[in-house]
């Protein structure tokens, strides 16, 4: 008979049941006389065949009385639901931590290094990367290019910039292409306006054609002269950003980083935001120059010594021998220096 079987009549006589056992091939049935549908059918793998009664004194040697047998088959009970649950047992948890608490102790869990930052690993090795031309790694590892390991220090110094797309083969735009479309903008007519009269610096053209119809001429244009022409895109880019600074868009005059005036274009100022920027901006100061323009009045410079200034004789002899020298311009500065007096 199986332990299941055992347990499920050690709870009918606790209980005060008379039960029999039928035992049948791989099935044992449980019935007892007190309700004909009180059967349990019981998985077992008993190979026995036939009828098998068990009197109370056999099914409980082991324990002594009828309340000790009622907790242990209770827990036995538990186990079982718990292990059907899923759930982990109390008596064998205290052992499995235990035996994990002494594992732990053994067992050292290996760190990976690589993931460590770089600066720290150099500095508790003590170790060096030398990165010279036709010079060999000391570590089979090389420094790589990121962004914490750009701050390394190495033996020679730091290591280099990261040059990573900064190469030449990035896409620009045709020059011709930018030229034929400032030269369509320049070709389009101005028209006075009675608004805003007092802006001389600004232009206006017709407003019967809107951007699109702009680009079509412009595109109608370059067909014809048989020349490459952009899209819509950068057309109005152009018209909107760079063509709009030509006529007097604020300019921030504190990012600008580089002036330039050209001899043919003496009306025009050109500008650059940035040193790597390869067009330049332009302003139209034609219509300004009266207002730059000043009286002969307010162009005479003030003198910034109204009397002869006193210097040490020390001072004055090596200003004179330098001036004999030749190492001092005559003509600008040698009348100034002539009216020191020494004390």
């Known amino acids: 008979m199986s332990q299941r079987s055992r347990r499920v009549l ?3 006589m606790v209980a005060n049941i008379p039960a029999k056992i039928d035992v049948l091939q791989h099935k044992t ?61 109390k008596g064998s ?11 732990k102790l053994s067992r050292k869990r290996p760190r990976n290094e690589s993931k460590k930052k770089l600066e720290k690993r150099l500095r508790n090795t003590g170790k060096e990367y030398i990165l010279v031309k036709n010079k060999k790694v000391l570590e089979p590892r090389v420094v790589k290019a990121g962004s914490s390991e750009k701050r390394c220090r190495i033996k020679y110094g730091f290591l280099e910039e990261d040059k990573r797309a900064k190469h030449c083969n990035h ?43 702009l680009h079509l001429d412009y595109m109608e244009d370059c ?28 300019v921030n005059w504190l990012e600008v980083k580089e002036f330039r005036v050209q001899k043919n274009r003496e009306d025009i100022l050109l500008y650059k ?27 005479i410079i003030p003198l910034a010594y109204s009397a002869p200034q006193k210097i040490s004789s020390t001072k004055r002899d090596g200003l004179m021998k330098l001036i ?20």
């Open 223 to 250: 067909k014809k002269n048989n020349l490459p022409y952009g899209n819509i895109t950068m057309y109005s880019r152009i018209f909107r950003n760079e063509y709009n600074n030509k006529f007097g868009q604020t």
């Open 10 to 12: 050690q709870l009918a």
């Open 29 to 89: 049935k449980f019935t007892t006389d007190l309700d004909p549908s009180c059967m349990i059918l019981i998985s077992s793998l008993d190979d026995d065949s036939g009828v098998q009664t068990y009197e109370p004194s056999e099914l409980i040697s082991e324990s002594s009385s009828n309340e000790a047998a009622h907790t242990a088959v209770v827990k036995a009970e538990n186990r079982t639901v718990n292990k059907q649950r899923g759930e982990p047992n």
């Open 273 to 299: 935001i940035n040193h790597e920027q390869q067009q330049y901006y332009a302003i139209s100061v034609k219509k300004r120059r009266s207002r730059c323009n000043g009286s002969s009045d307010e162009m």
């Open 93 to 103: 948890n205290e052992n499995n931590a235990e035996n994990n608490a002494q594992k």
């Open 171 to 213: 896409r620009k735009l045709d020059p011709v292409i930018r030229n034929g479309i400032w030269k369509h903008i320049d070709s389009i007519p101005r028209i006075e306006s009675h608004y805003l009269r007092s802006q001389t610096r600004r232009e206006f053209i017709k407003g019967g054609k809107i951007l699109a119809q």
């Open 324 to 343: 004999k020298a030749d190492l001092i311009k005559k003509k600008p500065y040698q009348p100034f220096y002539n009216t020191v007096v020494s004390q």
